[in-house]
């Protein structure tokens, strides 16, 4: 492999990414010529035999083998492109039947864009690889051409290359500078070969990104689905979270109080002082319990955001942070409810992590709106090292911001600063 410290231009035609790249194009002709072929002669057959009923299978046995033929392209390009595509949903039929599966196949968009692809991908695979192959033998070819041109003279029976001849004038690259020259100009065409290359797959890449993958409309589908599962696996997780809180704290408080007033009332005749002492201590329990359901309120939803916004309600979160937090809110209107109450839980969560991990003397938050996206960043001048991996309260936000189409970014170098970037969809 070449020297980093090299230039990109003279790295190129040693990379192995280069080489890779040559690999596809040269096998990609033979077996874009098979597949072309197969896919021509059996559609062709399958059209025209449409009017009978061996036309329906034929024409769908065409379309599963253009499927398979796009899983080796896939497979190809993951491979030596480092293109990785994700299969199209498999076909199945509604009853699991034969007739059901053909029709099923016939009314796959995507196995008739591995058609298509079958059909293109042949012209573009005798044009890349006429052009690849040309320029890099020339090119390798001339760059070494004073190494191999004693072969005229000793073999040949010319003094060298011959460039032009016409049966009464011959002209012969054999004197030192033509021979500079020629070299020269094989290394120019080694230097753009890897380029011109890299240019050709790129169009490849395109055709098997575009023609032999999910469309996108089944890829929003799973992405929906997937979203969806978060938003019921989140709510479920959070009722659990809610449930758990009122039983351990203010049910199991309003119990003991029912309790000690059931034994101040029947101490009340006999000694009124311990019944007073006793109903004292249950008022300064009801107190506990009512602050408890209020920051377990708070916690789901507040009603000072719903009352004031996301100004008053982040200042309030902020207040309670263990270190000065600076709130900056810039936002034209209020986004819906939704969108509001995860941006509201989010910087609750980032603030509760300043709190306990960062070891930070300050933070800041701000929120803005930037075109369709509400913006939030929190900021502190913390160690660092925060990370959005599995296990980690960063990762159930991740979740949480992704399942309405956000995007969550954590910037946390060893030493810090830390910065979390959250974008959500802005919904006014």
């Given amino acids: 492999m ?8 003279i790295r190129a035609p040693f990379e192995a990414r280069t080489w890779r790249a040559l690999g596809y194009v040269l096998i990609g002709l033979p077996l874009s010529i098979c597949w072309f072929a197969l896919s021509v002669a059996l559609v062709s057959a399958g059209a025209g035999l449409l009017v009978t009923f061996l036309g329906v299978p034929i024409l769908a046995g065409a379309l599963a083998m253009c ?71 020339w090119g390798w070819m001339l760059f070494t051409y004073p190494l191999w041109q004693w072969v005229f003279p000793a073999y040949v029976g010319q003094d060298g290359l011959q460039l032009y001849g016409d049966g009464t004038h011959n002209f012969y690259l054999d004197s030192p500078f033509e021979t500079g020259v020629t070299s020269l100009i094989g290394l120019l065409f080694v230097l753009a070969g890897p380029w011109v290359l890299r240019g050709i797959v790129a ?21 929906l689905e997937s979203d969806r599962g978060v938003v019921v696996d989140t709510a479920a997780a959070d009722l659990r979270r809610i449930e758990r809180d009122l039983h351990d704290g203010p049910q199991a408080r309003l119990a003991s109080l029912a309790m000690d007033l059931g034994l101040a009332k029947e101490k009340l005749t006999e000694d009124p002082k311990a019944a007073a002492a006793m109903v004292d201590e249950a008022h300064g329990e009801v107190k506990v319990a009512l ?41 034209p209107a209020r986004p819906v409810a939704a969108i509001e109450g995860i941006a509201y839980f989010a910087v609750s969560e980032l603030l509760q992590n300043v709190s306990r991990h960062a070891r930070a003397r300050r933070a800041w938050v701000d929120v803005w709106r930037s075109g369709g996206r509400l913006m939030i960043q929190v900021r502190d001048d913390g160690v660092g090292g925060a990370e959005a991996a599995a296990g980690r309260s960063l990762a159930g936000l991740t979740e949480r911001v992704g399942a309405v189409d956000g995007v969550l970014a954590v910037d946390s170098p060893a030493g810090g600063p830390t910065t979390v970037t959250v974008e959500l969809p802005w919904r006014a």
Wanted: glycine share 8%.
């Fill in 203 to 223: 169009v490849d890449r395109f055709l098997v990104a575009g023609l032999l993958g999910p469309s996108r409309l089944a890829s929003r589908v799973t992405e």
């Fill in 67 to 137: 499927r398979g033929f796009g899983a080796v392209e896939r497979a190809r390009a993951r491979a030596l492109l480092d293109l990785d595509v994700k299969a199209p949903e498999p076909v199945r039929g509604k009853t699991g039947g034969a007739f059901s599966w053909m029709g099923a196949m016939l009314k796959s968009g995507a196995s008739w864009r591995h058609l298509l692809y079958a059909l293109l991908h042949m012209p573009w695979a005798i044009v890349g690889f006429t052009v690849s192959v040309a320029l890099w033998a």
């Fill in 2 to 9: 070449a020297s980093p410290r090299l230039p990109a231009a």
């Fill in 291 to 331: 602050q408890e359901l209020r920051d377990l309120a708070r916690g789901i939803h507040p009603a000072v955001l719903t009352d004031r916004g996301l100004d008053a309600a982040l200042s309030s979160v902020a207040s309670r942070c263990a270190v000065p937090v600076s709130v900056d809110v810039d936002l």
